[in-house]
């Protein structure tokens, strides 16, 4: 009852207080892109290594032929990410696919974990995909507080993040599904967790695991506070009429790239050695 009551208290608010949800998709960085970053001091949660391994999650104790050559693709991701949103002034990238089980979740928390090794870069992951939420479970972890609490009104900003004590890194998500998920994202308590985040971290990349594109209309509720994003798709997996529908919907939107995942094209990197992007590793080639 308690987020029914929530979504009932959205439908009465003022249309000038929906409207103003919308505002953050301008949100850019300006003198904040050189800004060293702050310390996270979210609550911690430990993940579990086992179910990390078993989700190809790239967590820095993971080792291993697969793991290396994944590892690799996503610091070409990451790189190619950076220029982009560098270049742009960008702050926030969402993530989506054209349907479900095509790799953007783990993608988004693997590119994630790559971006936080720069030394000066804070990296904040939301999972929105409040219908099916995954990241928590590929870290094999229940949150402090689920994002679905703070969307209702239960709980603050900084109470839905924590950290799994990798430095530079925080997280919201959840395990808990709700089939409201498109009232709260209209709610407006979007925009103010992305602005919690502007103030307490200054220069922070966003990332938004945000639900596929063709499933709800989730995805247009929430798109339009990121400032680009990445569609993720799976070789073998999406249908060519999949990704044409998908562009067509994201026409108007940035579109940051195109990410081909689960690949098995062999690259050989510059000192001749040779790699197979097998099952769940990343082809970052198709990023603009």
Known sequence: MIIEQAIERMRR??????????????????????????????????????????????????????TATGATAYRMLRTRVLHLMRSNRWSTLALTSPGAGE????????LALSLAREQNQNVFLIDLDMSNPSVCAYLGIA??????????GQVEPQQV????????????????????????????????LLKYVQSVSPGALILLDLPPVLATDDFLVAA?????TLLVIAEGLTRRD??????????????????????????????GRRYYYTKRSTSAAHAR
């Not at 949150?143 to 209702?152: E, K, L, N, Q």
């Not at 430095?167 to 998920?181: F, K, M, N, Q």
């Not at 339009?224 to 680009?228: E, G, I, L, Y």
């Open 13 to 66: 608010q003022s249309p000038n207080t929906q409207r103003a949800a919308l505002s953050v998709s301008g949100m850019r960085r300006d003198d904040t892109l050189t800004a060293p970053p702050v310390e996270l001091k979210f609550a911690r949660v430990d993940y579990d290594l086992d179910t990390c391994e078993r989700c190809h999650i790239l967590v820095p104790e993971t080792d291993g032929n697969e």
């Open 103 to 110: 790799g953007k979740s783990v993608t988004a928390l693997n």
């Open 143 to 152: 949150p402090p507080r689920g994002i679905v609490h703070f969307f209702a």
């Open 161 to 192: 993040f924590f950290t799994i004590g990798i430095e530079r890194l925080a997280l919201a998500g959840g395990i808990e599904a709700t089939p409201y998920s498109s009232e709260l994202l209209a709610s407006g308590r979007l925009e103010l």
């Open 224 to 228: 339009p506070r990121a400032d680009a």
């Open 242 to 271: 999949g990704v044409v529908r998908a562009m067509e919907v994201l026409s108007g939107f940035t579109l940051a790239g195109v990410m081909l995942n689960r690949s098995r094209e062999r690259v050989t990197d510059y000192y």
